[in-house]
C-alpha cells in the first residue's frame, strides 16, 4: 500500500482535515481519532488518511484537486503510448514526477504531476517540450506506474538469462543440485529472479518453465497467448525448479507428486503473488506460476467492457437484498476479475462478505476469504455450509461444482443472501439447464436467480498502430452468417443506434459513447463499411503483436417473467436464449461485433474465443 499520497508536495494537516470535513461523511469524533492516531505515530495525518482506508490514496487525491481546482486524472501506464512516454526524458520525469500521457488538440500535451502546484518545474518542461501543456494531478501509484515504463526494454532480459546461465554452465557439469545453486546470490537464483521480472514488465498472467528431452522452454502467456521467449540447458532444470520450490515452501525433494505454493515479490512498487503449480511429466517436473498483481485496484464494470443492457442489468442485479448472480465461461474468461470488482464496489464497513474460492486469487480487504482445503474437509458445500453460519450479507462461492454445493448456494439466496458464483458453461443460457441437472427445483431456480453472465476475453487492438479496412462481399456475406445480422439482432442494434441518437438510456450507456460509435452502430445496419484489424509488423508499444491488453465481451440473462416461465417449463436453453434477446439480450458475439466496429478489437479475436465456424 502506498502511504505518501504526494511526494512533491505535502498537504497541511488541517488541509486534510478541511478535505475530510468537506465529504460530510466523518464525525468530529473520528476526526478526532486520526489525529490522535497521527501524534502517536509521529506520521503526517494524510499518510494515516490512507493506512486507516478511512479515505482512499484516489479519493484523497480527487478532494486535493477539487480544492486547488485542477483537473484529476487516472490511467492505465501501460496504454501510454511509448512516443508519448518519452516526450518528457526519463531524468526530468523522475526528477518532476511528471508524466506525459496523451497529446490533444493543437498539439497541447497533457501532463499528469503530483505537484501541481510546482510552478518551476512546469516552466521548464514546457520549455523542454517546445509545446502547450495541459496540467493534471495523479495518484502516487499512478505516477510511479508510469515512471516504471521508463525501465529499459523487457526484451533484453532474455539475452540477461543467457548470459547468466552460460556462468551456471561452467560451474556444473551434470544436473545435480547442491545448496549453493539455490542460494540466494547464485546465478540460478538470479535466473529465477529475471524469468520473472521479465513476466511481470510484460504484462505476463503466467510463467510456463517446460522441460524437454535435451532443453528447458520458458513460455509466458501474455493477453492470452503463450509465446517461447527462451530455451535454457537441461542441465539447469533440478536447480531452477529447486529454487522455485525454495521460495514458495515446497518440499524440494518431491518428483513423483504434483505440488500448489504461492510466494510474494515486489517488482518496482508493486506486490506480485506468484501461485506455484509443479506437475511431473515425462521429461522432468514441469513449473507453472501465475502473476497476481496484488497492488492493482479493482477496475469499474465500465473498464472491463460492459456497457448498455448489460452495465444496467449487473448494476441492479447487485443491489438486491438476496438472490443469486451466476458468472459463467470457461477457464480464463475472467470470471474471476468481474466478480473481484463487483465484490469491491459492494465492499464496505457496514456489509459482512465471506467467499469460499479455490484458490483465493485477489484478496478484498475487509472480506473474509476461505481457501479450499479438501484434504482437511474444507469443500465448496461444506465451507458454504460454514459461511451461512458466520452472519454474511454476501456470499461468494468459487465455483457450484455439484448438486449439493447449488442446494446449498440456493438456500442461502433465498434466505436473505447475496450470492455470487461461477459456473462452466458455453453461454448465459446454458447455465440454467445446468443447474436443472443437479436437481435443483425448477421454482427454486426462477424464484432466486437474479442474472447470469456470459463472458469472454478478447485481445485489445494496439491504438497506435490499428488498421481499419472495407470487408469485400464474400467477407461481408460471411460475416453476416457467423454473427446473424438479421431479424432480432438488427433490432436490437438499430434500437441501440436510436437511443444513442436521442440521448436516451442507450446513450449513457454506451460507456462515453461519442459521434463515431454512433456512426459504426449505424454502419452495422445498413451494411458493415468498417472494420478494423492489427498491424502485420505491430509497433514497439504492442511489442510487435498488433494488441496491447484485453477486454470482455459478455451477454447478461435477466431473469425477467418469461425466463421465469420458461424455467418452470423446463424450457431448452436455446429457447430461453430467444426469449432473452427478445428482452434485450446482446449474445457474445453481437457485443463483440459492436466493439469490432468501435476499432477496440477484431472480428479474428471475437471468433477466436467464441469458437464459432463459418
Not at 470535513?21 to 492516531?37: I, P, V
Not at 509465446?227 to 525448479?241: F, T
Not at 452502430?521 to 514497439?540: M, V
Request: charged residues 25%.
Amino acid at each position: 500500500m502506498v502511504f505518501a499520497i504526494l511526494y512533491g508536495m505535502r498537504v497541511s494537516d488541517s488541509l486534510v482535515e478541511k478535505l475530510l470535513a468537506s465529504t460530510g461523511k466523518f464525525s468530529d469524533e473520528q476526526l478526532e481519532t486520526l489525529r490522535k492516531q497521527e501524534k502517536s505515530e509521529k506520521r503526517p495525518l494524510q499518510d494515516v488518511v490512507v493506512s486507516t482506508n478511512t479515505l482512499s490514496e484516489r479519493e484523497l487525491t480527487q478532494l486535493y484537486a477539487a480544492e486547488i481546482d485542477v483537473p484529476f486524472v487516472e490511467f492505465a501506464a501501460k496504454d501510454v503510448p511509448k512516443s508519448v512516454l518519452e516526450l518528457i526524458p526519463e531524468r526530468i520525469a523522475r526528477q518532476h514526477r511528471a508524466i506525459a500521457f496523451q497529446i490533444g488538440e493543437d498539439d497541447v500535451v497533457f501532463v499528469a504531476m503530483e505537484d501541481p502546484d510546482d510552478v518551476p518545474a512546469i516552466s521548464f518542461i514546457q520549455k523542454q517540450l517546445g509545446k502547450p501543456v495541459r496540467i493534471h494531478i495523479a495518484t502516487t501509484s499512478t505516477i510511479q506506474t508510469a515512471l516504471d515504463q521508463f525501465n529499459g526494454d523487457a526484451s533484453t532480459v532474455g539475452t540477461e538469462i543467457e548470459r547468466v546461465i552460460a556462468i551456471q554452465e561452467k560451474n556444473d557439469a551434470d544436473e545435480v543440485v547442491d545448496q549453493a545453486d539455490v542460494a540466494e546470490d547464485s546465478p540460478i537464483a538470479q535466473t529465477v529472479n529475471l524469468i520473472i521480472d521479465y513476466g511481470v514488465k510484460n504484462g505476463a498472467s503466467d510463467i510456463h518453465i517446460e522441460p524437454r528431452e535435451n532443453f528447458v522452454v520458458v513460455r509466458y502467456r501474455v493477453d492470452g497467448i503463450l509465446r517461447e521467449v527462451n530455451k535454457l540447458p537441461r542441465k539447469v532444470l533440478g536447480a531452477l525448479v529447486s529454487r522455485i520450490k525454495i521460495l514458495a515452501n515446497l518440499k524440494i525433494d518431491e518428483h513423483r507428486a504434483p505440488q500448489d505454493g504461492r510466494f510474494k515479490i515486489v517488482v518496482s512498487n508493486h506486490v506480485y503473488a506468484l501461485r506455484v503449480s509443479t506437475l511431473p511429466i515425462v521429461d522432468g517436473e514441469k513449473v507453472v506460476m501465475r502473476i497476481l498483481d496484488e497492488s492493482s485496484k479493482p477496475a469499474t464494470l465500465e473498464e472491463l467492457g460492459y456497457w448498455g443492457y448489460a452495465l444496467e442489468a449487473v448494476q441492479q442485479a447487485i443491489v438486491q437484498p438476496h438472490g443469486m448472480v451466476l458468472v459463467t465461461g470457461p477457464t480464463g474468461s475472467g470470471k474471476s476479475t468481474s466478480l473481484f470488482s463487483v465484490l469491491s464496489m459492494l465492499n464496505s464497513p457496514g456489509v459482512n462478505i465471506s467467499t469460499v474460492e479455490d484458490p483465493v486469487e485477489y484478496r478484498i480487504v475487509g472480506a473474509n476469504q476461505t481457501q479450499v482445503n479438501p484434504l482437511a474437509g474444507m469443500t465448496f458445500s461444506s465451507g458454504l455450509r460454514a459461511l451461512l453460519r458466520q452472519d454474511p450479507n454476501i456470499i461468494m462461492v468459487g465455483e457450484v461444482r455439484d448438486g449439493e454445493t447449488a442446494d446449498l448456494a440456493v438456500q442461502a439466496a433465498l434466505t436473505g443472501h447475496l450470492v455470487f458464483s461461477t459456473l462452466h458453461t458455453n453461454n448465459a443460457a446454458t447455465c440454467l439447464p445446468r443447474l436443472l441437472d443437479m436437481n435443483i427445483e425448477p421454482f427454486l431456480i426462477a424464484s432466486t436467480v437474479r442474472i447470469v453472465i456470459g463472458q469472454r476475453l478478447v485481445r485489445r487492438l494496439c491504438p497506435d498502430c490499428r488498421e481499419s479496412y472495407k470487408p469485400d462481399e464474400a467477407h461481408l456475406t460471411k460475416l453476416i452468417k457467423i454473427f446473424q445480422l438479421k431479424g432480432e439482432t438488427m433490432k436490437q442494434l438499430h434500437a441501440l443506434e436510436q437511443s444513442a441518437l436521442e440521448g436516451g438510456i442507450g446513450a449513457t450507456n454506451l460507456s462515453k459513447t461519442n459521434k463515431q460509435d454512433v456512426t459504426q452502430l449505424s454502419t452495422t445496419a445498413d451494411g458493415i463499411k468498417q472494420l478494423w484489424r492489427p498491424h502485420e509488423d505491430g509497433c514497439n508499444s504492442c511489442n510487435h503483436t498488433g494488441y496491447h491488453g484485453r477486454m470482455g465481451i459478455y451477454e447478461v440473462l435477466r431473469n425477467t417473467d418469461a425466463i421465469q416461465q420458461l424455467i418452470v417449463g423446463n424450457s431448452t436453453s436455446e429457447k430461453l436464449q430467444v426469449q432473452a434477446m427478445q428482452d434485450g439480450m446482446l449474445t457474445m458475439q453481437v457485443d463483440g461485433l459492436v466493439k469490432a466496429l468501435r476499432g477496440q478489437t477484431s472480428i479474428e479475436e471475437i471468433l477466436r474465443v467464441t469458437a464459432e465456424k463459418a
